[in-house]
């Protein structure tokens, strides 16, 4: 049941991701029925608000999912191995070796109470199996590499003691001191400052051009978007709704959300004049409507969409899940037809059929 | 006996136009205590650091820097939620505070601060809008209550007709009536940002602080409480320091820029004059790091090196010394480490705090950018 076209020499594929909360007041779909893939050394943007699932699509990947959440359906593959098949063991071994993750807030994700040195000596340590003091040097040598000056001593500091760019920085060196394929950076620039962002950006730029490794980039800044990535994966209320190279994507938007998203954002240099809004705000994940979950925000919501929309490929490579055409025209059939009738339209625009 | 920074003064000044709000020379340097009992005062975070400027009735002006460069603190200072270590205040011609600083005060001149009856009139025209909706509402209080609690206070309204009143501004902010009983936690992020805004308009004024009133919101979101907070300027005449630290955001809303480092005003202008022609160092450095959403647009930027210094020890000379990229091009001039730049004017209405802002030109911002990855085909 693939929902997208296969690409040759996907590191990371992805198909019909299902990862529901079982809460009490109901099951939170949080992801529901993702699928996309990252190449070698690609590196692919997801996009979205909060509460679309883009966190919990990484997480997923890594297998961080705690109770009451769970991996209902679909699959993850990372070159020729299924992850959801792993044991644990097996999947602790992935973690840190061939997938490393980022997270927003360095101070939570670090330990306080031991120098950071330490930190990345005991991952190095652990995944290579080499010796301590072995492992100490190229924890230094890691720290020198991402930038941050006087290493030897900064090794020993504590994690209160730096900077949050600095602390960012020391996660990026835990990060890719075991040489992972696969970097998936969650929002790693949102809590810093502008400066030092650009800073954090150039660093990965430049690491991932020396280590040809592929980078998830999960953020909800379309200008990080823009600036990093090579595709981008769109994502509303835990479904994706676009997907397609950064181009494409940012100058011929075909989502109603999408076109939203990029014209609600003021830009520097533009004139002052009235931003474009989306009405209303994300559906309750407890009570999403039927049909098109963006069909109540959009400006172009017609009759058939109470009928889920299928993800479509209206150009090569250019994903969207809406009734739209390619050209952005309301569909002949269906545009007020009875449900029935609307249903049939789905089978026929669907490329699942 | 007004002591005021000769430099600052006729860049601060408005155009044309009524002066609303001036400010005159505003330190708050928090004690750092410490010692054997912890009493003693061991040093000071010096969050405000002399900053001078005013504020036309009916305009925006947008204050831009990064953690730390005391924004949030000088719009709390403004308002007198923290009291200020020294300085003048002038709202609508009325001296909130005038505070003589260390020296003054030796040679004998003495503070004047409203009384405490004149400074709660006073309030009424100065109202704030905060970063958080989460935190800055009453959790205990239904939205009625929260909105309807300023003009009660302040005898605008009674327990009677506060309803009919509440009920009206929250139709302004764009809420549903009906929901005047309902309490913050039923509300989403941008509705109690709504719920804030309300609360600051319920006493009518003409002054409103709006200290990141939208970085806390989703981006489809964050354009509407823009626009919103648009409309209320138009309708109301209202006056705004707005106070962020997304720049495309302050393009937006502002009309006047100002742009503060480690305490210091470091650059004011009119907000075109300032975004493509920047003047300070820093403020083009802060400019070119802004993530441009445009795929086809991966620039060269000027990238700083290091760190903010601590506002509590900030560097000498030039507090941006240390990080400045015009300064090492220009072979390390004394001057910058020793000399504290003047805020001078260097075009009518263009302040700027540093003694090369002539040397900052396209070539030389142009030699400072590194490229910024490889450019989109």
Not at chain 1, 215 to 234: K, R, S
């Amino acid at each position: 049941m693939t929902q997208r076209p296969t690409r040759t020499g996907e590191l990371l594929s992805i198909d019909g991701l299902k990862t529901h909360f079982y809460t009490q007041d109901g099951v939170v779909k949080a992801v529901d029925g993702v699928s996309f893939g990252i190449r070698n050394g690609e590196t692919l943007g997801v996009v979205g608000e909060s509460g679309c699932g883009k966190s919990i699509t990484a997480l997923s990947v890594m297998r961080l999912i705690e109770r009451p959440g769970r991996i209902v359906a679909g699959s993850i593959r990372l070159a020729d191995r299924d992850l959801l098949a792993l044991s644990d063991e097996e999947m602790r071994d992935v973690r840190g070796n061939a997938i490393s993750m980022i997270f927003q807030e360095p101070m939570t994700s670090l330990n306080p109470v031991y120098p950071c040195g330490d930190q990345i000596a005991e991952a190095i340590s652990l995944h290579e199996g080499i010796h301590r003091r072995e492992a100490g040097d190229r924890a230094i040598e890691m720290l020198s590499q991402v930038g941050i000056p006087d290493a030897k001593r900064r090794a020993r500091e504590y994690p209160h003691q730096l900077s949050g760019g600095m602390r960012q920085r020391v996660m990026i060196a835990m990060a890719l001191s075991t040489n992972p394929e696969l970097l998936i950076a969650d929002e790693p620039t949102t809590a810093l400052d502008v400066t030092i962002q650009a800073q954090i950006l150039e660093l990965m730029k430049a690491l991932r051009e020396r280590n040809r490794m592929a980078i998830m980039l999960i953020t909800h800044d379309l200008g990080v978007i823009a600036e990093m990535a090579d595709d981008v994966v769109v994502m509303y209320s835990g479904k994706v709704v676009e997907s397609s190279d950064v181009n494409t994507v940012f100058e011929q938007p075909h989502h109603p959300y999408t076109k939203g998203l990029l014209a609600s954002i003021p830009r520097l240099g533009e004139k002052r004049h009235r931003l474009e809004v989306i009405q209303g705000v994300v559906p309750n994940p407890l009570n999403l409507p039927k049909g098109c979950l963006f069909k109540r925000r959009c400006p172009s919501a017609m009759p058939v969409c109470d009928t889920p929309p299928p993800l479509q490929e209206i150009q090569p490579g250019h994903l969207s899940r809406c009734w739209l055409t390619p050209a952005g025209e309301p569909p002949e059939i269906g545009a007020d037809a009875e449900a029935e009738t609307a249903v049939a339209a789905a089978a026929a625009l669907t490329v699942e059929a | 006996m007004e002591t005021t920074n000769p430099g600052a003064q006729p860049a601060a000044a408005p155009a044309a136009g009524e002066t609303l709000l001036r400010v005159e020379n505003l330190v708050k340097h928090f004690e750092i205590r410490g010692g054997l009992l912890g009493i003693s005062t061991i040093g000071a975070v010096r969050a405000v650091d002399g900053v001078s400027f005013s504020v036309r009735k009916g305009e925006t002006l947008g204050l831009v820097g990064e953690s730390g460069c005391g924004k949030t603190t000088l719009g709390k200072v403004i308002l007198r939620l923290i009291p200020a270590t020294s300085g003048k205040v002038t709202v609508k011609n009325r001296v909130l505070f005038d505070i003589p600083t260390e020296e003054e005060r030796k040679a004998g001149r003495r503070a004047t601060v409203l009384d405490a009856g004149e400074m709660k009139k006073a309030r009424r025209d100065l109202q704030v809008v905060f970063q958080d909706p989460y935190a800055s509402l009453n959790p205990r209080m239904s939205v009625g209550e929260i909105v309807g609690e300023g003009p009660l206070v302040h005898g605008l309204t009674d327990k009677g007709k506060r309803e009919d009143l509440v009920r009206e501004l929250l139709a302004r902010v764009g809420l549903n009536q009906s929901h005047i009983h309902r309490y913050p936690h039923e509300f989403s992020g941008g509705q109690r940002q709504r719920i804030g805004i309300a609360r600051a308009l319920a006493l009518n004024p003409d002054f409103v602080v709006c200290d990141e009133p939208v970085s806390a919101l989703d981006v489809s979101i964050q354009s509407q409480v823009l626009n919103l907070l648009d409309d209320l300027q138009q309708e109301l005449g209202l006056t705004y320091l707005f106070i962020a630290h997304n720049l495309a955001v302050v393009e937006h809303i502002s009309d006047r820029v100002g742009v503060m480092y480690l305490g210091m005003m470091v650059e004011l202008a009119e907000v075109d004059d300032i975004y493509v022609r920047p003047a300070h160092p820093y403020t083009v450095a802060l400019l070119s790091a802004v993530p441009d959403p445009n795929p086809r647009n991966r620039r060269r930027r000027v990238i700083l090196k290091g760190d903010i210094p601590s506002p509590a020890n900030p560097p000498s000379g030039c507090r941006f010394h240390t990080r400045c990229w015009l300064r090492e091009r220009l072979g390390n001039p004394e001057q910058c480490t020793t000399v504290v730049p003047e805020f001078r004017e260097i075009q009518p209405g263009h302040a700027v705090a540093c003694h090369f802002a002539e040397e900052v030109t396209p070539d030389t911002i142009g030699a400072a950018a590194r490229t910024g990855g490889p450019v989109a085909s």
